[in-house]
């Protein structure tokens, strides 16, 4: 993805989190358009943010991953994104698309007040 331009990666990512909210493409035809998790939750491109930190914990549920990211600040974070290579305390960046006050995922049984949703890389590695 790093040949990308911004972007169109940005785009390509935001698709593929729809896809990843929605549980596969047969609830997406079923569904309405307000039924989309990330849709529902995004945020206007000026209220979009980048998140820097550690990753505390993971949590892998199919072909994502929750992550709770721990900020320089101390603060902590859930973050729903892509299957990622981040291990724990792997320093990250998350660029964030979407944020749910409330969510509820189905497949862990679990819920997450707030929970972010966006794009995971590798980050510099900061001070802890």
Known sequence: MRH???MRRTLLILSMLSLLALGGAGWVQTRSP??????RH???PSDQMRLTGFVEERLPAGSYLYLRVRAPDGSRHWVATLSTAASRESAVQVQVFARADDFHSRRLG????????GSVQAAPSASR
């Open 4 to 6: 990308l331009p911004r």
């Open 42 to 44: 995004a945020l206007a």
């Open 34 to 39: 307000g039924d989309n998790p990330l849709s």
């Open 110 to 117: 679990r819920d997450f007040s707030p929970l972010l949703f």
